[in-house]
């Protein structure tokens, strides 16, 4: 909204392009696979990089004239605006991959047969989820009865937009999510004590650039995951109520219907959660604290009992696990790794979070005073520490960094904390170095979705560099991946390179700690 009659020539001239969006993604979706060229999807994504730019640049222009509350509802729409204008060109040109068709023939049974037998399902037909037959079929035989592996949250609150529009319905259904998360998680900074600007900036970049925004168009339980951690975390920021003890209880809770991993981010919160009830000394917020988490979770045990038989929350992983290893004990390969692979990390993806060990100090004094960062804390730790000792934890066949999707809540307060701390000119150059590097490859993952997908086993012999990075050495010539190691390959090379990182990790926290606060 312009301010006032002189502003609006400037603001319609400034925004006039982007009228152009809605048809263009009628095209995308008319045209199919005709569009699967860049040469053809170049003008839409620039226009859909064209409302995530114009509109976050008027937020960041009245941020000071704005109240909080408007300019986190505003940030959140312009993360909506430019999720959904990407989403129809995406869809169309990028059926689901690994574990995504496996999550919609979930919803498809839930809505087409009111069950979760899923023989008929996987014979067929399923042409708009899988470009192909699908190569196995992710169940438990349970006598005639072919069950599902995958836990049962994201199908259950993915049946009614599937019901809709099938897998379009469940991608609108993610693009809002990612726009919640856009402005609860501005809404979370502010609450903690960040500035107008830090909070705006990361939120905005945590929402916007990847992975969060990459994963707005996949079918995956993580984004929610980091969803309800976030709103968790927002109620911690408040005086502990029995109302507010149960909220963060229940998600504790429900977290652990997404995803057999939430639980390791949700049993460090849900004891973070105890212990500060605990605190108050007042039984209704104990009870409050102890209660509705564990009625949730026997409730999902009871569920997957009247489906395999034995009664334990995520039974399907349970009853599969002579069949597949899955700890490794190896954290000084999957801690590394998850941050700074060259082809699973989250720094080689988006080397703007990076800003965050600039923000160590003063993240860990308002930590040691809060109990939404103390909880965000320890629920980050536990997803680390658990993805870290996995066989799998470069989570392939999906958009890297998808195990740390949970945890961005944390990442999201670190990078705030990183802005606050941002002054000087070299600095600023290098972080507007790691903006540009982010963006380049959100807008490449928007441009060529087929560039999100790695398989561990082609990239372990020789170290990578994945097809990003084929891609990307292809178009300009040089190969970034030689910045970072290869932790699927693990290498004394890459040893070494991941505790240079390391050391650079450590320098930017102490240059954070002498900093003086930014404007």
Avoid: K
Avoid at 151 to 171: E, H, N
Avoid at 331 to 355: E, K, M, N, Q, Y
Avoid at 490 to 499: E, K, N, T, W, Y
């Amino acid at each position: 909204l312009a301010r006032d009659a002189a502003d609006r020539p400037r603001l319609y001239r400034r925004h006039a392009l982007l009228w152009l969006t809605p048809p263009a993604a009628s095209a995308a979706v008319l045209f199919g696979d005709a569009l699967s060229a860049p040469l053809y999807a170049l003008p839409l994504v620039l226009l859909v990089a064209g409302i995530a730019a114009l509109g976050f640049a008027e937020l960041w222009d009245g941020r000071r004239a704005r109240s909080d509350r408007t300019t986190g509802a505003l940030l959140g729409l312009v993360v909506l605006a430019a999720a959904l204008a990407l989403m129809p060109y995406s869809r169309t040109v990028q059926l689901g991959q690994s574990d995504e068709p496996h999550y919609l023939l979930m919803m498809q049974s839930l809505v087409r047969d009111r069950d979760l037998e899923l023989t008929n399902d996987y014979d067929g037909p399923y042409e708009d989820l899988y470009g192909d037959r699908l190569p196995d079929r992710h169940i438990v035989q349970v006598g005639n009865a072919q069950r599902p592996i995958r836990d049962l949250g994201l199908p259950l609150i993915g049946a009614l937009p599937f019901a809709v529009a099938r897998r379009t319905g469940v991608l609108v259904l993610l693009c809002a999510v990612t726009a919640l998360f856009a402005w609860r998680g501005h809404a979370l900074l502010r609450s903690l004590g960040f500035g107008r600007g830090p909070s705006l900036g990361a939120a905005g970049a945590a929402a916007l650039l990847h992975p969060a925004f990459t994963y707005s168009t996949q079918v995956y339980p993580e984004l929610p995951v980091a969803l309800l951690l976030l709103v968790g975390a927002e109620l911690l920021t408040r005086p502990l109520t029995p109302a507010r003890a149960a909220g963060v209880s229940a998600i504790c809770g429900a977290l652990t219907w997404l995803t057999l991993r939430a639980w390791f981010i949700a049993l460090p919160v849900g004891l973070v959660l105890f212990v500060y009830a605990l605190r108050t000394r007042r039984r209704g917020v104990i009870a409050a604290a102890a209660v509705p988490g564990p009625l949730i979770v026997a409730l999902y045990a009871f569920v997957e009992g009247l489906m395999f038989y034995f009664y334990l929350p995520s039974a399907g992983y349970f009853a599969i696990r002579d069949n597949q290893s899955v700890l490794t004990y190896t954290p000084w390969l999957g801690i590394p790794g998850l941050f700074v692979d060259r082809t699973f990390g989250l720094l080689s993806h988006a080397p703007v979070f990076a800003l965050g060990f600039l923000g160590a100090a003063i993240l860990a004094r308002r930590t040691r005073r809060s109990a939404a960062l103390v909880a965000l804390a320890a629920g980050a730790l536990g997803e680390v520490l658990y993805i870290g000792n996995i066989r799998y934890w470069w989570a392939d066949g999906s958009p890297a960094p998808r195990y740390a999707v949970a945890i961005l809540p944390f990442f999201l307060c670190a990078l705030a904390a990183g802005l606050e701390r941002l002054a000087g000119t070299l600095p600023r150059l290098l972080a507007g170095f790691a903006l540009l590097w982010s963006v380049a490859v959100t807008f490449t993952f928007a441009l060529r979705p087929d560039l999100r997908y790695d398989i561990a086993a082609d990239v372990a012999p020789t170290g990578g560099p994945g097809v990003l990075w084929s891609a990307v050495t292809y178009a300009i010539r040089a190969d970034p991946g030689p910045l970072f190691p290869s932790m699927v390959r693990g290498a004394a090379a890459d040893f070494a390179l991941a505790a240079a990182w390391l050391v650079l990790a450590a320098a930017l926290a102490w240059a954070g700690s002498r900093a003086p606060r930014s404007a």
